[in-house]
């Protein structure tokens, strides 16, 4: 559940840059590239911070 969380915040973050983004008039392509990248930073972060812990063997 947390994870999920984790992203819908993060999905809300990168929603406010890409409207400042466009505001900015800066180019489609750029928004689109720059979305894609902080997506996947996202996923990245929310899987480490949300991991538990492997019990020992």
């Known amino acids: ?5 984790y992203l819908i915040g993060f999905i809300i ?13 800066v ?3 750029w928004i689109a590239v720059g979305s894609i990248i902080l997506i996947g930073l996202a996923i990245l972060k929310g899987v480490q911070a949300t991991r ?6």
């Open 13 to 25: 973050v990168i929603a406010g840059l890409i409207y400042g983004a466009v505001l900015l008039h």
């Open 1 to 5: 559940m947390s994870f999920g969380l």
């Open 27 to 29: 180019p489609a392509q």
């Open 52 to 57: 538990q812990k492997d019990p020992p063997a």
